[in-house]
């Protein structure tokens, strides 16, 4: 499910509201999409990353971010 309204998800560790996670990535938020009966989201959109939230652990709810930018310039 896509959503363009931020809602805030937890880990054990870490609450993430809109304002942690743009400090944490450096940019601005969009979209967010979580997949079926999942409180995580799978994908986050920003002005210029998508970013992969991946779980980290199998015993603990911890997540990493990956940042691939939406608009890469080749040269």
């Not at 809602?7 to 993430?16: I, P, Q």
């Not at 994908?43 to 991946?54: H, S």
Request: hydrophobic share 40%.
């Amino acid at each position: 499910m896509m959503v363009c309204e931020w809602k805030n998800f937890s880990t054990d560790t870490e609450t993430y509201t809109l304002e942690v996670f743009e400090e944490v990535i450096g940019d601005e938020f969009e979209s967010m999409m979580f997949n079926e009966n999942e409180s995580l989201p799978a994908f986050i959109w920003t002005v210029n990353y998508v970013v992969i939230v991946k779980s980290c652990s199998k015993y603990i709810s911890d997540i990493s971010f990956e940042k691939i930018p939406r608009n890469p310039v080749c040269a």
